[in-house]
Each structure stands twice: as C-alpha cells, then as structure tokens.
C-alpha cells in the first residue's frame, strides 16, 4: 500500500511552507506501509524554538487554506519540537539539536521517500534530502571541528608554558 493522493497532496504542501519558513533539512516518507494510523510523516529542523514556531504557524496557514485542520498538536509550549497530526500526515518540527538527538531518520530509513518538490530542498542543507544518519554525522563533524580547535590550542598553551620555564640550572 502506498500514501493516498491526498496525504501526498498535504505532506508536499506541509514541506513547501516549512521551506518558506526557512526550515532546513525537511524530508517527508511514506510510512503507510508501517503504521495503520497514518501515510505520511514529514520532518523539518529549525535552528531556535522561536523558528520551529513560525515553521509551525506556517504550515498550518497552509494546509488550512487546502482544507485541512490538525486534529492534534502537541509540544507547542516548548517550542523544541512540536507535531502536528492531520490524520493523513504527522509532521515534526524540530529543534535543530532534537532532530540531532533523536535522529527520527534512522526509524523510518526503510520506508520510501515522497519526493518534494526542488523548491523545497534546494539549498536548505549540505546533504540531500532523505540521507540516513546525516544528521548524526553533522553533529559528529560540529564535534570533531570542535575538538580540533581544543587540540590547537592545547598545543599553543603548551609551547607557551615551555618557553616560560627557567633555564636547565638556573632558579630553584
């Protein structure tokens, strides 16, 4: 079985307004196959909860102007991930580092992609849209760049704390 016309229709509709909204990494899947309760999950991050709200307000402007209504919301409060259930699709938006942590990708990677439009993954991340354990890997990368950083200076702390000590024989 795959997503009806309709969830498509919506979860297309959900990643062209999170993409409006500058949401970067927005993936939609066909899940039909795995859960009876809906066809589709579209994912998107945003950098600061103040954005993963905006995201948020704009796909429902959206898929309100198609006809459709969340039945549920949930996490809005918080504003670090927040899911709307329309029945056909659920959609996650994610805090950049919620999306990083809980890595939804790696659950569904066996399920198909919908193909979004160009518009909506263009330019919004360094990988492609649907890579599996990307996300981990760019935290990795934050990590490592990090880590090298510290080694560096590190390293110049230590010829520092060299040239500061006494001459072999002199001093105490």
Request: charged content about 35%; proline content about 3%; hydrophobic content about 45%.
């Amino acid at each position: 079985m795959t997503a009806t016309d309709r969830a498509r229709e919506l979860a297309i509709a959900a990643a062209q307004a999170a993409s409006d909204k500058v949401a970067d990494d927005i993936v939609a899947y066909d899940v039909s196959d795995v859960f009876v309760i809906t066809d589709a999950f579209v994912l998107a991050s945003a950098n600061s909860d103040r954005q993963v709200r905006a995201i948020v307000d704009g796909i429902e402007e959206r898929l309100l102007e198609i006809g459709a209504k969340p039945a549920r919301r949930e996490g809005e409060q918080e504003g670090r991930w927040v899911l709307l259930d329309y029945i056909d699709i659920v959609v996650h938006v994610q805090h950049a580092e919620e999306r990083t942590y809980y890595s939804l990708e790696r659950l569904w990677k066996d399920c198909p992609l919908i193909e979004l439009p160009e518009s909506v993954t263009n330019g919004r991340s360094e990988r492609p849209a649907g890579s599996v354990a990307t996300v981990g890997a760019e935290a990795e990368d934050v990590a490592d760049e990090f880590a090298d950083d510290a080694d560096d200076e590190f390293a110049d702390d230590a010829e520092v704390a060299e040239d500061d000590r006494p001459a072999a024989g002199l001093g105490a």
